[in-house]
C-alpha cells in the first residue's frame, strides 16, 4: 500500500520548479514582467516566490499601500500557469520606519543600535514593528489568500539574528520567569555561587555581553533558547492575520544550511512544510564527496525535522557572488545538486534567483535569467532541461525516505559543546565529527536520518550518538530503552557529560549512558595539533576490522565496566587501555569510540559493519566506488534509488539486480556506468 504524503499544494501537485522573482525592481520597464513569463514557460518553470524584500515598494509612504503591480504578476501568472508563493516583506524595512521609529532597529550584543541598512535588522520584541508586520500581513491575506496563483506564504526570510534592546531584556526576563518560577531555581540552574555571580532581584539578569556576561554556561544556553522562543514567537505573530483569512495555505520560512543561530528542530513545529536554501561550494577540489556528503546531511536534516518531503526554496541556477571564491557549476553538476535534494526527499527545486539584478550587492549572483536577457545562455538551458525532467517525475511526490538508521543532533548539545571551555579550546570540531560518522553512512549508500533528542527512536535499528556532551536524563533513559529493544547504538568520546542546564553529571560519565555502554570515562585529554595516538583494533574482535587507525585530537580514558574491549590505545601513558567497546545490553548492542579517530576508511569499516549485523537497508546492495552515493525514496510500492556520482571522475558500480531506468523507462542492469557529476534514477518494486 502507498505511504505517500499528500502534495505540499493541492494545486500544484507536481514538482515545483521556479525561483526567488523581484519584479518590483523593474517596474520602470513593464516588458519585463512580459518577457519574464514568455522565459518562465520555456524553463519549464511553474513556481516563484515573490514580494520578499518589496515592503518599499508596497507600501511606499506610512498607510498607503500599492498593490497594483503584484495584483498584475499574479493576475499574469495565472493566466499562464504559473504559481506563487507570496512573500511577506519583514525581512527588510523601507527607510521611513526606521527613521520614525527607531525602536523598530535591532541592538547589538554591545547595547548598539544598528543605522538603518541591509536587511534582517529588526528587533522581534518591538510592539511597532509587530503592528507594522501585522497590518501589513493583514492587507496581503485580504487581496491574496484566495487568488488562484497563490500556493502558499514565504514568511520573511531566512530568519536569524538576535537583539539586545531593553524590549528584549524584559522579554528574556520574563521567559526566564515563566521557565524557572523562581530566582532560587534560576541561580541553582546557572550555578551562580561560582564567581558570586547570584542575582537578587529580577531586573539584573540580562543578556550576555562582550563587556558583560559571558562565563555562566547556562545562561548563554538559556539566552540561546530564549532568540529561537522569540524568533518562532515573530513567525507566528506574522502568521495569524494569514490563517484567519485562509487556513488552508501552508506557510514556511526558508532555513539555512545548518544555521547556528536558531534551534529549526523546535521552529519545524510552527511551520507547514519545512523549506531551506542550499548554496554548495562545488568544484573547490577534485572530490566533490565532501561538499556532497555535508549537503546530503543537511537535506536529510531538513526532511527529519518533519519526517515528510520538503522544499528546496533556494539554490543557485549557476553561481553565489557572496563565497570568496566563486565557481561556475561545471557541465551536469546543476542536474546532479538539485536532484540530489530530490534523492533526500525535496519535492520542489527552487533558485535565487530568477533574473539577476542590475545593481546592488547581489548583481553577479546567479540567475536563470542573466543580464543578456534571452534563453540563449548555458545556465538557462541547463535550467530548462531540468524542468523538463522534474515534470516526467511526478509519482515521486509525496514519498518518503525509508531510514532505519539515524545520528543524533542536537542544536543545544551544539551550543553547549562549544562553550564548555573543555579539553580543547581551540576547536572541538562537533559538527566535522557529526559528518565523520554521517559521511560513513552516505558512502555506504544507507538512507539515515537526522534526529534530535526529543524524536521517537523506535523506527530505527542504528543510532550513531557523536558527541552527545549535552544529554539529558530522560534521553538516555529512551537510549537505553533502545538498545534494551534490540537496538544499535554507538556514541562516542564527550558524550553524556552535562544536563540540560549545562552542569555536569556527578558519579561517573558518560552521566544518563554509562549503564547502557558498560564503560566508564575518568579522565578526557585533549590533544595538541601536532599530537597523534592510535587505535589499536585487538585481534580476533567481534568486529573483523583489522589493524592501526591514527587517532587526533581527543582520548577519553574508560574503564570497561562489563563491555568487551575490542579495540586499545596504542601510545602514551595510556596505551593499552581501552578505546573501542561493545556492550550487550538487553537485545542490543552498545559500542563506545574513545578517541577521534582521523581515517575515513575506520568509519567505513565500522558502519559496514554495524549497519550489516543490525540489519540496516542501503539504498543499494552494491559495492559503491568513493565519493558515489546511493539514496532512495520509496512509497511501499515502488523504490526510487538515485546513484549520484559525486567522485570528481568516471565510476562504475555493478547493480545488484535488474532496474527500470525512471527516466527513460528502459531496462538496467549489470555495469553502470556514471559520467563526471552523473547521476541515475532507477526504479525498482519496493523491497
Ligand atoms: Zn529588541
Known sequence: MSNKFPPISAKLPVFMHGADYNPDQWLHDPAVLEEDIRLMKLAHCNVMA????????LEPEEGTFRFDWLDNVLDQFAENGIYAWVATPSGARPAWMSQKYPEVLRVAPNRQRNLHGLRHNHCYTSPVYREKVTIMNRELARRYSQHPAV????????FGGECHCDYCQEAFRAWLMRKYGSLEALNAAWWTAFWSHTYTDWSQ?????????????????????????????????????????????????????????LDYRKFAEAVDVISWDAYPTWHASDLEAAVGSWFA????LFRSLKRKPFMLMESTPSLTNWQPVSKLKRPGMHRLSSLQA??????TVQYFQWRKSRGSSEKFHGAVVDHVGHEHTRVFKDVASLGETLSGLTELIGTPVPAEAAVLFDWDNRWAVKDAQGPRNQGIHYEETVMQHYRAMWELGIPTDVVGSGDDFGAYKLIAVPMAYLLREETGKRLEKFVENGGTLLATYWTGIVDENDLCHLGGFPGPLRKTLGIWAEEIEGLHDHDRNGLEMNAGNALGIEGT???????????????????VYESDFYAGRPALTMNAFGRGQAYYLAARVSDPAFY???????????GVRRALNSALPAGVTAQLRSDGERDYVFVMNFSGTEAEVVLDRVYEDAETGEETSGVMRLPVHGIRLLKRSAL
Open 50 to 57: 515573490v514580494g520578499i524584500f518589496s515592503w518599499a515598494t
Open 151 to 158: 500556493v502558499g506564504w514565504h514568511i520573511s526570510n531566512e
Open 205 to 261: 539578569v540580562e543578556s550576555p555581553a562582550p563587556h558583560g556576561e559571558t562565563m555562566v554556561h547556562g545562561q548563554n544556553l538559556d539566552w540561546r533558547r530564549f532568540v529561537t522562543d522569540q524568533t518562532i514567537d515573530f513567525y507566528k505573530h506574522e502568521i495569524v492575520p494569514l490563517k484567519e483569512a485562509n487556513p488552508e495555505l501552508p506557510c514556511t520560512a526558508n532555513m539555512m544550511d545548518l544555521f547556528e543561530g
Open 297 to 300: 546531511f543537511n537535506h536529510d
Open 342 to 347: 530530490v534523492a533526500h526527499g525535496s519535492d
Open 549 to 567: 587507525y591514527e587517532v587526533r585530537e581527543l582520548c577519553d580514558l574508560i574503564h570497561a565496566e562489563g563491555a568487551s574491549v575490542l579495540g
Open 604 to 614: 567505513e569499516k565500522l558502519y559496514g559493519r554495524l549497519a550489516a549485523d543490525a
